[in-house]
């Protein structure tokens, strides 16, 4: 299939087992790219650093011939099961959002790369609500995009919308969503 996903990782040969650095999903050539088109990312300054020492990154193929979703579930898997920097883990992955973070009580057991792949989800969340926003110059409510997804709550309650209105709350502090005035209904500030 020409359009067919791959889900592949970037390793490190500077290290003994040229452990993996990064996880990702494409199609065509992605893969090599980063290597030619570096980014000021953590993966960037990764590759950065293994040229500058001699070497080449190892790009390693891990399954192809998947769908979009079926790349996205591996991938999300693959970087919960290893971890990022910012967890404790050794990818570069940068999927863990920056800013104002609560703290979950005392108690509760987080597995390790649970975060990592809610954020995954939400990345996907986000995407969708853009796309939806962009599609309607005139504006989208909480309610429009809720009922686009088909994730309106069955559960019992006044407001069953809850995840839609976080997923807009957020992009509106991103700068990537904004209010119409006087009105209830979102557009997007990302052409």
């Known amino acids: 299939m020409e359009d067919s996903y791959y889900v592949y990782s970037l ?9 993996p650095f990064y996880i990702g999903k494409g199609t065509g ?27 080449d990154v190892i790009v390693s193929v891990l399954a192809d011939g998947l769908s979009e979703i079926q790349a996205l579930k591996l991938e999300a898997e693959l970087i919960s099961a290893f971890g990022t920097e910012d967890s404790g883990g050794f990818l570069t992955n940068s999927i ?16 390790f790369g649970l975060r990592e792949k809610a954020q995954l989800g939400l990345q996907l969340l986000k995407e969708a609500t853009l796309e939806l926003a962009k599609a309607n110059p005139k504006g989208i409510q909480n309610s429009d995009a809720v009922k686009a997804f088909n994730l309106q709550s069955d559960y019992m309650g006044g407001s069953k919308d809850y995840l839609t209105w976080s997923v807009i709350g957020i992009l509106m502090r991103e700068g990537r969503l904004k209010r119409i005035d006087g009105s209830r209904k979102h557009v997007s500030q990302v052409k």
């Open 11 to 19: 390793k490190d040969p500077r290290s003994a087992n040229a452990r």
């Open 29 to 55: 050539t992605r893969a090599w790219d980063h290597e030619t088109n570096i980014d000021k990312t953590k993966k960037g300054k990764r590759i950065e650093e293994i040229k500058k020492d001699g070497f």
């Open 96 to 111: 863990l959002p920056s800013g104002n973070q609560s703290k979950p009580r005392k108690e509760l057991i987080i597995p």
